[in-house]
Structure formats: C-alpha cells, structure tokens
C-alpha cells in the first residue's frame, strides 16, 4: 500500500459527460501529479500540483482540469468526454517536487467512456 | 525532447533465469533514473533508482546501474520467481523550470516467468 488513494476505482460513463476524479496524497507529501495510461499512448504526465498551486503541465487535454486544495487532496476533471478519453488515471505524491525524489502512485481509476 | 527507450517484450522466462531488461534514455543535464513495476490489476511501485552517474540502485535482488557514457540503466535480477511476473518502467526524472520535475516512462517491457 503507497499510501495514496484514489476515487473511485471504477467509472463508466457516456461520451460528452463529465467525470472528477480524486486522489488523496501520502501523508506529508505536498506534491500531486496525475497521469494517464493507456495501450496506444503509454503512461503520460498530465499535470503536477505543489502545495496548492499548478507547477508543471504535460500532454493534457484543454478539456481536462485538475486543482489541488488546501487539505492537498487533489482532483481531475474531465469533461466533453470522448471515446478516446477511456484510460487508466493515476495519481501520484512525493515529499515535494524534486526530480530525485520518488513518486509514490495510487491504485489508478479506470475510466471507460462508453 | 527527453525519452526513454524500452526494450520491447514480452520477455519470457523460465524461473531462476537471468533477467536483463534494457532501457537507454536521451535528456539534457543531469536527470534521476527510476524502474517503476507495476503488478496486474495494480498501481506503480517503484523498485529502485538512481539519482547519478556510476550510482547503483538496488532492491528486491534487482539491480540497475546508472552509466551516464551509455546513457543506459539497464535492469537485472540474477534468478527471477514467477511473482516477479509484471510489467516494469524504466522513467526518468529532471527538474523544470522552477526546480519541478516530471516524470517520463518508457513504454513499459511486460516479463512473464514460468514455473
């Protein structure tokens, strides 16, 4: 167990509707970053959040929006949703946003937009 | 732009066999080097790093060594178990602007090891 959670585990959902995400950091940890994987693009970086505030933003949608809040837990949301948007999200946190420091990643919600 | 490559699998192998799994990166400066596993049905776990050149990273009876001449951090284990079956990630790690990082996977080798 990495300590960090993510809600919910599973969502199916129809295209055009919008989903949140959540995802709750290690204790401590005050860096969130979110991920996408799936089978044609890998896992790619979307978004990192350091102790509320945005600091680096990958390959993510303009249609995908994420915040982290003061209690640090932080949410993904997606909206317009389209077929190609069914993926598995992670969720990752470290002690802050140093490039040697490891990423601790949560289960993952597997999103399916039908 | 930064990148890792992967050696493609699926790699198969028979229990007790030497594992090697490539994994050559290309990035500018200095980034930290990291193999992620990820069982099935489960999140990332990361198994081992590095964070410079001649470091070796260490765990679980794997190893990987940082070369920066090569650009490589290949992954080793010398008599893998079936529960090592998995699918592993070679990342790396530099910093942004900012003093930020993220990290970049390669795609991922999937290792199945029979009995």
């Known amino acids: 167990d990495s300590g960090v959670t993510q809600t919910p585990k599973h969502l199916i959902t129809a295209t055009g509707q919008r989903v949140t995400l959540r995802c709750s950091p290690r204790s401590g940890d005050l860096s969130v970053y979110w991920y996408q994987q799936s089978l044609d693009q890998g896992l790619q970086f979307l978004i990192q959040y350091y102790n509320g505030e945005e600091r680096a933003k990958g390959n993510i949608l303009e249609r995908f929006s994420a915040q982290q809040f003061p209690d640090l837990h932080s949410e993904l949301n997606l909206s317009s949703l389209e077929l190609g948007d069914s993926a598995l999200y992670f969720c990752?946190?470290?002690?802050?946003?140093?490039?040697?420091?490891?990423?601790?990643f949560g289960p993952g919600t597997r999103l399916t937009v039908t | 732009g930064d990148s890792v490559t992967q050696m493609e699998g699926p790699v198969t192998l028979s229990e007790e066999a030497f594992l090697t799994i490539n994994c050559t990166y290309t990035a500018t400066g200095y980034p930290s080097l990291f193999w992620y596993v990820q069982y099935p049905g489960e999140g990332l776990q990361l198994l081992l790093k590095?964070?410079?050149?001649?470091d070796k990273g260490s765990n679980k009876g794997f190893e990987a060594t940082y070369r920066k001449e090569t650009t490589s951090f290949h992954l080793e284990k010398g008599s893998v178990q079936v529960s090592d079956s998995a699918v592993y990630f070679c990342?790396?790690?530099?910093?942004?602007?900012?003093?930020?990082?993220?990290?970049?996977f390669g795609a991922g080798t999937r290792l199945a090891v029979h009995p």
């Open positions: 990342a790396l790690s530099r910093p942004l602007a900012g003093g930020y990082n993220k990290l970049i």
């Open positions: 590095a964070t410079k050149a001649d």
């Open positions: 990752a946190s470290s002690v802050d946003g140093q490039p040697f420091y490891e990423q601790y």
